[in-house]
């Protein structure tokens, strides 16, 4: 009698805890997904303002004619660099984590990647407009230089705004997580 008691009650404590330790194992991965997306995020929103900052320095430098077109060749390097080897790498692994993400972080990776793509396409055009041979117009003189530079700052902007809010709102769910509030990922 005694066994079986000891046996019921051993079944129960075990069906009570299953459940839990398999939600447990559940909530691991997509919770270090979605820990690493956080992180990335914001990556994105620290290159983006260093990219801002230097699209800031180039419309400064557009607006006298002292300084050489090389000054704005090697500022626009510079932004070239940020977006191939920072922005580019954190997308392409969000994209890996993309399907363990709910739905509001995959939209959010989908409109930071679609600035980050405008931003690159104006710093392409950008650095076509400061041709090799020097025979275009002088920064100062040029609307369209002046044009792909707005951009550049606009686009990395936005993308930094939206890496802000994307991570501080993961982040926030990651906490509550943590501290064991039922928080729901809007799907």
């Given at each position: ?34 820990k690493e997306a956080v ?121 930094a705004q939206v890496a ?24």
């Amino acid at each position: 009698m005694r066994t079986l008691k000891q046996s019921t009650i051993l079944a129960l404590g075990l069906a009570l805890l299953l459940p839990g330790a398999l939600s447990a194992t559940e909530l691991t991965k997509p919770s270090k997904a979605r820990k690493e997306a956080v992180k990335l995020t914001q990556h994105i929103e620290r290159t983006s303002l260093a990219i801002q900052k230097e699209a800031d320095r180039l419309h400064s430098m557009s607006r006298t004619g002292h300084i050489s077109n090389a000054t704005h060749k090697y500022g626009l390097m510079h932004i070239k660099n940020h977006v191939n080897e920072s922005l580019q790498p954190a997308f392409d692994r969000l994209a890996e984590l993309k399907p363990e993400l709910p739905d509001w972080h995959q939209t959010a990776i989908d409109h930071m990647k679609t600035s980050a793509s405008n931003l690159a396409l104006n710093t392409t055009a950008a650095i076509e407009n400061r041709n090799p041979d020097g025979s275009g117009l002088v920064p100062v003189a040029d609307q369209d230089y002046k044009q792909y530079v707005a951009n550049i700052h606009e686009r990395a902007t936005v993308l930094a705004q939206v890496a802000d809010a994307t991570a501080d709102y993961g982040s926030a769910q990651l906490k509550g997580h943590q501290a064991g509030l039922a928080i729901t990922s809007h799907d």
